[in-house]
């Protein structure tokens, strides 16, 4: 596969996430204490809150690592695994594009 598919794959994977992190912002606003909720759906608001931080949290980083990986398409050590030195295969790299390990060093 050449690297402009796979920096175009890494583009889409980008803009996939970037739309995932804006809604996961427009959910992680505060639970107001609103009279009217009671407290067990309180209760479920600040857990479901809980829920999409730790989801946006995860999109960032996925989207920073994304970021990195488009910086490196270009390179010689690109789909090279960092621990091993071996390539990383092409279908790894189509489903996570932003992985810096082969399978067996990411276990």
Do not use: H
């Amino acid at each position: 596969m050449e690297k402009k598919q796979l920096k175009n794959k890494i583009l889409e994977e980008i803009a996939k996430t970037e739309k995932q992190i804006i809604g996961y912002q427009k959910n992680a606003g505060p639970v107001a204490p609103d009279n009217a909720i009671g407290r067990i759906s309180r209760m479920d608001s600040i857990v479901n809150k809980s829920l999409v931080e730790a989801s946006l949290n995860q999109a960032k980083n996925r989207l920073d690592k994304l970021r990195y990986a488009l910086s490196k398409v270009e390179s010689p050590e690109f789909g090279i695994c960092i621990k091993c030195g071996e390539a990383i295969p092409i279908g790894r790299i189509l489903i996570v594009p932003e992985t810096l390990l082969c399978v067996n060093c990411a276990q």
